[in-house]
């Protein structure tokens, strides 16, 4: 049985920080990935990270901004949020993949946590 629990979000001014972190339990040779999603959108990919090596792959609109990461001992993912923008308020979800490759599509990914809420103030 697979849980993943979000933890971090909140309110933030523009140009603020913010980290996400999502702790999971049970599967961990896996790929995972972060998403969100604003109101009356659909769930867009933000960033996701492999399997063994680690690899790193970005949205264009995060890209330079937000760093994925994870923490193997307490099988543990984050997102380093900087210089936030009004236009990254979302509910934040992460999400793990069966499978150690990326990919952005959120039809890939099997397991997603409950979701957490960041927003962006100007």
């Known amino acids: 049985q697979v849980q993943l629990v979000e933890s971090g979000g909140g309110l933030v001014q523009a140009g603020g920080s913010l980290r996400l972190s999502c702790a999971a339990s049970?599967?961990?040779?896996?790929?995972r990935g972060w998403f969100r999603q604003a109101p009356g959108k659909e769930r867009e990919f933000v960033a996701s990270i492999t399997w063994g090596f680690g690899a790193t792959y970005y949205a264009d609109s995060v890209k330079g901004r937000f760093t994925i990461s994870r923490d193997d001992a307490n099988n543990t993912m984050y997102l380093q949020m900087n210089s936030l923008k009004p236009e990254d308020t979302a509910v934040y979800y992460c999400?793990?993949?069966?499978?150690?490759?990326?990919?952005?599509?959120?039809?890939?990914?099997?397991?997603w946590g409950q979701g957490t809420q960041v927003t962006v103030s100007s």
């Open positions: 049970g599967r961990t040779l896996n790929a």
């Open positions: 999400a793990l993949r069966i499978g150690p490759a990326w990919s952005a599509d959120p039809r890939q990914y099997s397991y």
